[in-house]
């Protein structure tokens, strides 16, 4: 079975500070892990993903997370926030990267200008 | 460009009525298809699988007499909400899986039960 907790439902940071938002996670089998981005009354677009390979992954728009097994965690950076990137973000996990996913419960990221 | 896509995007049916969102792989054959329903300020929650070719495969507590889904080709699968209420209105989005590990969601459809 899979899980996965956000820490923190709300995330406030200031126009071009960093942005970090936390994810941990629990598999029994190794994890295929995601990070979507939710933009008001949109859809889900796909930042990132961790399938195998380099633990450090690049998404789109400045985002990157780093996949540590040892901590179970997929915590999601950005080295300086854009107004733009208000949204919700949601952290999954798939146990082989093409089923169904299990999404944790989010963080709506605010920008201060 | 979008690989899959939900039609449609926002619906509004009176209550005892039944509504029909259709989801379809653009440029794929997807023999597996999601359905996840997202409540307000909530997270999402799957519903139920979608098999092509079989009986769909629900998440516990869903009610598969009341959200129909039909996967009657590899590039479509629709869901029916079926003597819609009012706590029926969600946001219910689909997702399908190409080949490379890739999950594609699509838009997103809001159903709003009055």
């Known amino acids: 079975a899979q899980s996965v907790t956000q820490l923190g439902s709300h995330v406030s940071v200031s126009e071009g500070a960093l942005v970090l938002l936390r994810c941990n996670y629990s598999?029994?089998?190794?994890?295929?892990l995601f990070w979507y981005v939710q933009y008001p009354n949109q859809g889900l677009q796909l930042l990132l993903k961790?399938?195998?390979?380099?633990?450090l992954v690049k998404g789109i728009n400045g985002f990157e997370a780093e996949f540590k097994k040892s901590e179970t965690s997929f915590h999601l950076t950005k080295p300086s926030a854009h107004m733009s990137d208000a949204a919700e973000y949601f952290c999954?996990?798939?146990?082989?990267?093409?089923?169904?996913?299990?999404f944790g419960t989010g963080t709506r990221l605010t920008i201060i200008p | 460009g979008a690989v899959v896509s939900q039609h449609p995007s926002r619906v509004i049916c009176k209550s005892g009525t039944s509504v029909k969102i259709e989801c379809r792989s653009l440029?794929?054959?997807?023999?597996?298809m999601f359905w996840y329903r997202q409540f307000p300020k909530q997270s999402l929650m799957l519903m139920a699988t979608?098999?092509?070719?079989?009986?769909?495969?629900?998440e516990q507590g869903v009610e598969k007499d009341k959200f129909l889904i039909n996967h009657a080709s590899l590039t479509l699968s629709t869901l029916t909400v079926t003597s819609a209420h009012p706590e029926d209105s969600s946001f219910y989005i689909c997702?399908?899986?190409?080949?490379?590990?890739?999950?594609?969601f699509g838009e997103g459809s809001w159903l709003t039960v009055v």
């Open positions: 979608s098999n092509e070719g079989s009986k769909a495969t629900y």
């Open positions: 440029d794929f054959q997807a023999t597996t």
């Open positions: 999954a996990v798939s146990p082989f990267g093409n089923e169904k996913l299990t």
């Open positions: 961790y399938t195998t390979g380099a633990t």
């Open positions: 598999s029994s089998v190794p994890p295929y």
């Open positions: 997702s399908a899986s190409k080949t490379g590990n890739t999950i594609y």
